[in-house]
């Protein structure tokens, strides 16, 4: 493959700027400093970070698959990403430049940060919440979010957050399986310029005929105004009780080990899981890869990450990396189209954002609104961007290099998971010559293969999709576990490659003739067409590479003949005509031209939308249930569970 004459266009790679790597925090010599001693090059880095206590042992993996890292360790969380930073003079410094979704704005230096943890903080101890308890954080992008999550860590209280768009069933679920004592959630949340009730949801998931067991108090932040039910007792308004407790209160260490928090995956595999996270390995690596692979400097750049706290991004790259590494960043309550489509860019254009963090999906609803709307702005300030979620189309790389970027911006495509907990395979910025599409390399400090089924490594350069991306040495922020649930956790995680020890990450991948990681998605999403493994990844790129297409998503269907068939569901660009086979037939043909005839789609389907999590990933197991007229899995995570019904009638 391909076998018809092809035209493919030639990968270019982009290094980054003389200028750019001159000044990057990191340089190849972290490579070579990680590979000679991977213990101490961790040890250098944990010492980023302040212990109240020094640790005594880098990593005890005696206990396997269950890590321990920094055995001995003893530090506060909350203490390193807020206090410190006071201590040492930078209490003046702007720690977040909020923007509320109608438009209201708030700043908070790290004195204010400091100020709110600790009200927080004095206020849960009242309540009698105890080290090791756990509470549930079901709230919209406000700071008393981010403050919430720190005034936990910083008590040793194990947080949960459940994104704010889930229903009052996925939040009880959650709430059940982390046995939650309290709740803090809002009034209400602003949804596209509206005010809508979310408390009513948490009354909804834990009172009524069957209470949740677990729940003592709700804590209720007034963000809308409006009227919302009460139960006198449990509930308990933030203005009346946390902003009346003292600011000042004095952060305990803990053990390294101390659990951090429980987060539930997304789901575009089956049921979510509770990933465990603790303290002193997760904080290190969240630091050090926010250090290097956004070349962070502290007290100069003004960074933005657009991932909700709902998810594991929100909690590393807005919460415990960017904090502990002293950043004066953006935090933004809304939606990108609120009230219109240039809102992302007038507050790049506004603050002055100069590293940008998003998701792929996002890029492709830019590319979809047209560049008019980022041409309109003043983006000059952006000096280097950033993708995860899922693996990013060339296409839309090069559009987020060229339209966001100017061409100068480096871009770090990481990869890495709810479990893994920190980036594992990016570019270094000031490094890598970056592929468009490809996360690269693994960071220094990491170590990763890429096997067959016998676990055999996969030859560089091989064409078919048929490589497993594992991990075959512990990390500091690797998961400890799945909450309640250690069988599960050695299943999914550890038997595939039981002998070899290796993490399984459930994704394929595979390395290109420079030893360059392409991944391709998940393994259940790689598939098998007569015989021949073909990556969902790639034929969804040759599909968004086509002019008319903003967006894909390619499944395998059963099909008799072929064993699975092709199927593509597509999003057309903004002002597209859609000339019915015509186009399908257009589609298909530019899909055999870049791939090969194997992969031409079986059908394709032009539809409005497609079916997606609340983190923005497309959720291909339910379009496959959908093309081989299944009853649906599990859509507890599902944005908008109408657009399956309507793919399933339009079909
Ligand atoms: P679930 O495990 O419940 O199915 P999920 O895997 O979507 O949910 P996350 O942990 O948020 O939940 O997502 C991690 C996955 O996202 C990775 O396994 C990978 O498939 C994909 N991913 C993340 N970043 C990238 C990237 N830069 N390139 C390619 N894929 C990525
Ligand atoms: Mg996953």
Same mark, same amino acid.
């Given at each position: ?480 576990? *799945? ?111 870049? *791939?090969?005839? *194997? ?53």
């Amino acid at each position: 493959m391909p076998t018809e004459a092809t035209e493919k266009p030639v990968l270019a790679a982009y290094p980054p700027s003389a200028e750019f790597a001159a000044q990057a925090n990191g340089g190849a010599e972290l490579y070579s400093e990680a590979d000679s001693d991977r213990d101490a090059f961790w040890a250098k880095q944990a010492a980023r970070l302040h212990w109240h206590e020094p640790f005594n042992q880098v990593l005890d993996w005696s206990e396997a698959p269950v890590a321990k890292w920094f055995v001995g360790g003893k530090l506060n969380v909350a203490y390193n990403c807020v206090d410190r930073h006071v201590e040492a003079g930078y209490g003046d410094q702007v720690a977040i430049h909020w923007v509320g979704e109608p438009g209201d704005t708030r700043t908070l230096t790290y004195s204010d940060l400091l100020s709110l943890v600790s009200k927080t903080a004095n206020y849960l101890s009242e309540l009698g919440l105890q080290a090791g308890d756990r509470v549930a954080i079901y709230m919209p992008m406000i700071p008393e979010a981010i403050a919430s999550m720190l005034a936990c860590a910083r008590l040793g209280l194990t947080h949960s957050v459940v994104f704010a768009g889930f229903s009052s069933s996925a939040l009880r679920s959650r709430i059940d399986d982390a046995e939650a004592k309290l709740v803090i959630t809002t009034d209400g949340q602003f949804r596209r310029g509206k005010p809508a009730p979310l408390k009513a949801a948490v009354d909804e998931a834990i009172g009524g005929d069957t209470p949740a067991p677990s729940v003592e108090h709700v804590l209720v932040v007034r963000r809308t105004g409006e009227d919302t039910p009460w139960q006198a007792g449990r509930d308990l308004w933030w203005h009346e009780t946390v902003e009346k407790a003292s600011s000042e209160h004095t952060a305990e260490a803990f053990d390294s080990e101390h659990p951090l928090f429980l987060l539930y995956t997304s789901g575009t595999t089956g049921k979510p899981k509770g990933i465990l996270h603790t303290s002193g390995g997760y904080l290190t690596q969240a630091s050090y890869t926010h250090h290097y692979v956004f070349d962070h400097k502290p007290g100069e750049d003004v960074y933005w990450c657009t991932a909700d706290i709902g998810w594991v991004t929100g909690h590393s790259y807005i919460v415990y990396g960017p904090l502990s590494n002293r950043t004066t960043q953006v935090v933004y309550e809304g939606t990108p189209n609120s009230p219109n489509e240039h809102r992302h860019f007038e507050i790049i254009e506004n603050h002055g954002v100069t590293i940008y963090y998003t998701a792929p999906t996002l890029i492709r609803t830019f590319m979809k609104w047209g560049r008019e709307i980022p041409d309109a702005h003043n983006l000059s300030s952006l000096r280097l961007l950033g993708t995860v979620g899922e693996p990013i189309n060339p296409e839309a790389w090069r559009w987020y290099h060229s339209v966001l970027g100017g061409g100068r911006c480096p871009i770090v495509d990481t990869w890495w998971q709810t479990e893994t907990g920190a980036i594992m395979i990016s570019p270094l910025p000031g490094v890598t010559e970056c592929k468009p599409g490809s996360a690269m390399a693994p960071l220094p400090g990491i170590s990763m293969q890429i096997v067959d089924d016998e676990a055999h490594p996969v030859a560089r350069g091989a064409t078919e999709a048929n490589g497993y991306l594992v991990i075959d040495q512990p990390w500091p922020a690797m998961l400890r576990g *799945i909450w309640g649930d250690m069988q599960r956790f050695k299943d999914t995680y550890w038997s595939r490659f039981a002998e070899q020890g290796y993490y399984f990450a459930g994704d394929g991948a595979k390395f290109d003739e420079d030893g360059a990681v392409w991944v391709l998605g998940r393994v259940d999403d790689v598939m098998n067409i007569s015989g021949h493994r073909i990556s969902t990844a790639e034929v969804e790129s040759a599909l968004v590479g086509h002019d008319a297409v903003a967006e894909s998503a390619v499944i395998g269907a059963t099909d008799a003949t072929t064993g699975q068939a092709i199927v593509a569901f597509v999003i057309l660009r903004q002002g597209v005509v859609n000339t019915g086979d015509e186009l399908v037939a257009d589609l298909r043909a530019t899909v055999s031209r870049d *791939i090969g005839p *194997i992969a031409k789609p079986r059908d394709i389907y032009i539809v409005p939308e497609l079916p997606k999590t609340r983190s923005g990933k497309i959720m291909r197991r339910l379009l496959r249930d959908v093309a081989e007229g299944r009853q649906l899995g599990d859509t507890s995570t599902l944005v908008d569970p109408g657009v399956v019904e309507s793919l399933r009638g339009g079909k």
